[in-house]
């Protein structure tokens, strides 16, 4: 499975909770800062990991597709934001046990709101 874009959430950074932060492209490498995954393969563990951000993963559109996720209402925020899964979900365990989850955008889009 090919990973096409990737949208960097919001958790506990300087942006509210659940703010999309940014879509890049599937290739894009995140720091230890921005990715469990980067912080645990650089010795760090899933229970000091800070949960700064999630990285919620495509695997069947284009990065320049997911681009509109970027945009902005009439009054100036962010038009697209993430819905937190509910926690029986699979989204939901991935992202609390890895910080990053793999799905299609019609999976994904379930969980992406609009002011």
């Not at 559109?61 to 681009?67: I, N």
């Amino acid at each position: 499975m090919t990973i096409t874009y990737q949208i960097l959430v919001s958790n506990k950074s300087n942006l509210a909770k659940a703010e999309i932060v940014d879509v890049f492209p599937g290739d894009t490498q995140f720091t230890a800062n921005e990715s469990m995954q980067a912080f645990i393969s650089q010795g760090g563990t899933f229970e000091t990991w800070n949960r700064q951000f999630s990285l919620i993963k495509g695997t069947d559109k284009s990065f320049e597709d997911m681009l509109y996720l970027m945009d902005y209402n009439d009054v100036g925020d962010r038009k697209y934001f993430f819905i937190e899964p509910a926690k029986a979900t699979q989204i939901w365990q991935d992202l609390y046990y890895t910080g990053e989850t793999t799905n299609t955008t019609a999976q994904i889009l379930e969980h992406v709101g609009i002011r």
